[in-house]
């Protein structure tokens, strides 16, 4: 049923995006005219606006969710591992402690040089322990439980950490440049960054608001989906990809913009929400998102029940279980017109006490 629900469901989302003009806010970047064309001219962009220009903000655009090159990862069996030297497939420390695959790359970026970086300085009790480079928008786990964008934090905040340490921020500060663009993805959406900070995976997709997504023309509306589970629930089916059917298929050969450096399901997620946010009427809002509860759902709850590398086995395993079900192919009842008529005429006979020749 759900199954039956989600497709129709999943048509008209395609159709809706396939037909909306994403903003170059989010997909675009200008790198020069050979690259760039039309869709500079179209987006308004600058001729002479250079890949750099595009991720320092300096065109009219804004890098999203990235971690600079020298942060690092735990990675299982050989210890903290700079961004740039990750790989898809790298156990990593997540949060609980727990070690999982890095499973695709929603940024990959090691040439770019970037002014749109915050530095974090945290320390735990009375010694620094470290910087945080990261986006803007990205988001960090509070001690309180909370998640919220990195420009939203504050002096005196207190950062998730390891267990149930907390790391409090001393510093928030702006850099001037900072190299590498990366946003490694795990199945649980979060990490522990330089060994001492929980983060996301995912960034806040609405600008300077709140925690949860909001919706209408002038935000009127909470909603109780957070911007970090809204970004996990849509990456469900990547998940089932890259985890269930084959790595192979998220390296990053395969899914990463050569020119953007974005992945092919990053950019869908922000065309999803551009188109979204493109709704002035609060009512067509609430039946898009409820549209996407329903797709994006459906793959969430396979997920749940059977983990991310057995869901699609199991998907197979109910679709042609359901077409058995359908056509009554279940043991003995499963039958051949032929095995029918036979059985019915077999009866027959039988009530009169003889035997069919």
């Given at each position: 049923m759900v199954l039956k629900t989600a497709l129709p469901f999943s048509a008209?989302?395609?159709l809706a995006l396939a037909g909306q003009k994403v903003s170059a806010t989010r997909l675009s970047f200008c790198c020069s005219d050979d690259d760039c064309g039309s869709a500079m001219e179209c987006n308004n962009i600058p001729a002479d606006c250079d890949k750099n220009d595009f991720n320092s903000g300096s065109c009219g655009l804004r890098l999203r969710g990235c971690f600079a090159r020298e942060m690092t990862l735990d990675v299982h069996g050989q210890g903290p591992t700079a961004m740039e030297d990750l790989q898809v497939g790298d156990l990593v420390r997540t949060r609980d402690n727990k070690f999982e695959p890095i499973y695709a790359f929603a940024h990959w970026d090691e040439s770019s040089t970037t002014n749109?970086?915050?530095?974090?300085?945290y320390y735990e009790s009375s010694m620094n322990d470290g910087e945080l480079k990261v986006t803007p928008d990205h988001l960090l786990h509070l001690a309180s439980g909370h998640l919220i964008a990195a420009d939203s934090v504050r002096v005196g905040d207190s950062l998730h950490g390891p267990g149930n340490t907390t790391m409090t921020v001393a510093q928030v500060q702006k850099l001037q440049e900072a190299a590498g663009l990366y946003a490694p993805l795990t199945p649980s959406g979060t990490l522990l960054v330089n060994g001492h900070v929980e983060t996301s995976c995912y960034i806040s997709f609405q600008d300077g608001l709140p925690e949860?997504?909001?919706?209408?023309?002038s935000s009127e509306l909470h909603t109780m989906l957070s911007q970090h589970w809204f970004a996990h629930l849509t990456l469900s089916p990547i998940r089932?990809?890259?985890?269930?059917?084959?790595?192979?298929?998220?390296?990053?050969g395969w899914v990463i913009s050569p020119g953007s450096g974005y992945a092919w399901f990053t950019l869908i997620g922000f065309a999803l929400m551009d188109f979204l946010e493109s709704q002035?009427?609060?009512?067509?809002?609430?039946?898009?998102?409820?549209m996407f509860l329903v797709v994006f759902g459906a793959f969430w709850v396979i997920e749940s029940i059977a983990g991310a590398i057995y869901a699609p086995s199991l998907t197979v395993a109910m679709i042609l279980l359901m077409g058995m079900w359908r056509r009554g192919c279940f043991r003995s009842t499963c039958k051949t017109e032929g095995?029918?008529?036979?059985?019915?005429?077999y009866g027959?006979?039988?009530l009169k006490g003889e035997e069919p020749s």
């Open positions: 008209l989302l395609l749109s970086y915050l530095e974090i300085t949860h997504i909001l919706l209408g023309s089932l990809l890259c985890l269930g059917v084959s790595p192979k298929i998220c390296h990053n002035n009427c609060l009512v067509v809002q609430v039946i898009l998102m409820g095995e029918k008529e036979f059985s019915l005429l027959r006979y039988r």
